[in-house]
Structure formats: C-alpha cells, structure tokens
C-alpha cells in the first residue's frame, strides 16, 4: 500500500531464534500498529505507538517486544520465536483522529518450525 | 474486555441479492467504528462510523451506526462477484486501541 511498507514479506525462522519485523511509513502519521492475524481469530493487536518513544501493549502482547525511535518506523521483535507465532503480521498506521480508518502494509507471513 | 461480534460469521449470495452484515460491540470510551474489506491481503478502508443514525454511503455499500443498541450494519444492494471478500468491523476506543470482530466472509456466486 502506498505509504506504508512492511519487510521481509516472507520469512521461516527457527524456534529460539529472534525475529524482527520492519514497518516503514511515509506519511508522518503519528499512530502506528501491530496486528496479528490468526485463521478464526480476526485481527489482534499486538502493540501500538502514539509517538516517537511512546508505545504501548495490545491484547496479544506476550512474547512481543516493539520499538519506534523514529516517526516513520515501528518495529516489532520476536524475542524467541515459538511456533504460536506463526501468524501473518500486519502493521497499520492512522492520523491523530483516524478520520481515514487506518491503512494496513501489505503483511508479513511469518513462519516458525 | 473489549469485545466486537460479527455475524453471520460467513454467508453465501447469488450477484444481484442483497446482504445486511451485522456488528456488535461492548467497548469502553468508544470513539469509532469501522468497517474492512479484505480481500487476499491487507484489509482496506470502507467506512468510519461515530455517531448514530447517520448513513455513511459509497455505491453500492451503506452503513450506519446505533449507539444506543451498540451495533452497525453494512449493506451491500445488488451485489457482485467482486465483493466477494472477508468484512471486518472493528471498533476504536479513546485509548487509541482497537477491538477487531472475526469477519464475516461473504461469498458471491454468479
């Protein structure tokens, strides 16, 4: 999607390795997400940041770990892969009143064995 | 907790029917309610819905909020293979998080 991007796509990682996910935005929109999005469960989110420095947990937080040193980047670490990670991640970002719903990056299929 | 349902959870239409989506939610600070389609990958913008009784229309797909009931509804008139696709409603709270239903999966046949 245009002005949002997401890396790697794909990865296969192994149990016990970390994992980090990149979101990169070109907007300057304050908000930015983690989801997660699991076959019956919808879309759960993991964690978001209302600002540079400034973030907080979501309902599926465990394991999860996230940074943002810059307005433009949210990244999200697996600290120690498990295999209940094994998920697509989806990360979003919305303006200060998300008047426009917020835009989600294209996703990342995360595999772990 | 916060909590979105969504049903039917999936539901399967002929081009031209009419489908009603349904959306329910128990939240806390409400701000907004929104509504997804997703398609084979990221989910996309349709509506945002804050206040009640207010009819948000684009084509062929409506929606409209009760505040009172706590729920939404999406309508798709004349309905076409093309939307064919997951539908997400998801609710916003003032605490900037967000409480996503499970989709209801529409399936369009011609």
């Known amino acids: 999607d245009a002005g949002i991007t997401q890396s790697p796509r794909h990865k296969v990682t192994e149990t016990g390795t970390p994992v980090t996910l990149r979101c990169h935005q070109t907007?300057?929109?304050?908000?930015m997400y983690w989801y997660r999005q699991d076959p019956g469960h919808g879309l759960r989110l993991i964690h978001y940041?209302?600002?540079?420095?400034?973030?907080d947990k979501g309902e599926v937080s465990d394991g999860y770990s996230v940074s943002r040193s810059k307005t433009e980047d949210f990244l999200l670490t697996l600290e120690s892969a498990t295999s209940s990670q094994t998920s697509v991640y989806f990360c979003?970002?919305?303006?200060?009143?998300?008047?426009?719903?917020?835009?989600f990056g294209s996703g990342t299929r995360l595999t772990v064995v | 907790e916060d909590k979105v349902v969504q049903s039917p959870l999936s539901l399967v239409v002929h081009e031209g029917d009419t489908v009603t989506l349904n959306c329910s939610y128990e939240?806390?600070?409400?701000?907004?309610l929104l509504w997804y389609k997703q398609e084979k990958k990221a989910p996309t913008f349709l509506f945002m819905l804050?206040?009640?009784?207010i009819e948000k229309k684009s084509g062929r797909l409506s929606s409209i909020l009760d505040k009172k009931e706590l729920f939404s509804i999406l309508n798709i008139t004349a309905t076409q293979t093309g939307d064919s696709a997951v539908y997400l409603c998801?609710?916003?709270?003032?605490?900037?998080?967000?409480?996503f239903g499970d989709g209801t999966t529409l399936t369009v046949k011609p």
């Open positions: 979003a970002i919305s303006d200060l009143n998300g008047n426009y719903g917020y835009t």
């Open positions: 998801a609710v916003y709270t003032n605490a900037g998080k967000s409480t």
């Open positions: 804050t206040s009640s009784g």
């Open positions: 939240v806390t600070n409400f701000r907004s």
């Open positions: 907007e300057n929109h304050r908000y």
């Open positions: 940041s209302y600002g540079v420095k400034d973030t």
